[in-house]
């Protein structure tokens, strides 16, 4: 596996960029990996000032689970192998023949390798995952958005560590959006750009008095599909 490349608009990253190519190659060497151990291997020691080290601690999972994602998503297209990503098991599978079902299950930490009449999954998991693209996907797009640590707060790190509702409430975040965009789930990000550029040539706060409000809610919303959709 080679040329994997790292093609994201970089935020403010409160560590240096993973190359996903080493990331990889190390992974793939030293297979059901722990999350620590990547930690530990990739990310430097830091200290931030008037931060606990709770959050620095949550700071380094974040950015090694941004770039999990973005190795992940990369490997999707190359259809070689997959990223399964767990904090106790880091690891990657084979992709299965075209005429196997690639529902992934993550007890097994396979596929569910049923035969299929074309490519995709068999009846039943295309029954399953019917209308829970989004939903399923949740955790996976926050950590995609690295905003969402760049905007986190002590006290919805408590949250987040308490129970579940921080990724169905992020879920719910993502709907509210593409209801403002008047978007479906099966929308694609051409469509999400198209109507914001539109949006935004109209409703412009330098050409648009008093429409400050409204932009920045739009804006806000943009961000948070960016990444969603497809």
């Known amino acids: ?3 994997l490349v790292f093609t994201e608009n ?3 990253y409160c560590f240096p960029p ?3 190519q080493e990331l990889f190659e190390y992974i793939k060497e030293n297979n059901g990996l722990l999350e620590a151990k990547l930690i530990n291997y990739f990310i430097p020691s ?10 620095e601690l949550f700071r380094k999972h974040f950015h090694l689970f941004h770039f999990l994602y973005l190795l992940q998503a990369e490997l999707e297209k190359k259809r070689d192998y ?3 990503i767990y904090t106790m098991n880091i690891t990657l599978v ?5 005429n196997k079902c690639t529902y992934f299950e993550k007890e097994m930490i396979n596929f569910c390798n049923l035969n299929v009449d074309s490519e995709g ?3 039943y998991h295309a ?12 955790v996976k797009w926050f950590y995609l958005n690295y905003e969402n640590l760049l905007e986190m707060t002590e006290k919805n790190l408590e949250r987040l560590y308490n129970d579940a509702s921080y990724f169905l409430s992020y879920y719910g975040e993502i709907k509210k959006s593409l209801k403002l965009f008047n978007l479906s789930e099966n929308s694609l990000k051409k469509d999400l750009v198209k109507k914001f550029r539109k949006f935004a040539l109209e409703n412009h706060p330098d050409l648009n008095k008093g429409r400050e409000e409204t932009f920045i809610q739009y804006n806000h919303a943009y961000k948070v599909l960016l990444p969603v959709l497809k």
């Open 127 to 138: 029954e399953y995952l019917s209308g829970k693209s989004l939903q399923n996907n949740a």
């Open 82 to 84: 997959f990223l399964h």
């Open 18 to 20: 993973l190359n996903l």
């Open 1 to 3: 596996m080679t040329n």
């Open 10 to 12: 970089k935020p403010n």
């Open 121 to 123: 999954y068999c009846k």
């Open 94 to 98: 084979k992709y299965p023949p075209l």
């Open 46 to 55: 830091n200290t931030f000032n008037n931060v606990s080290t709770t959050m």
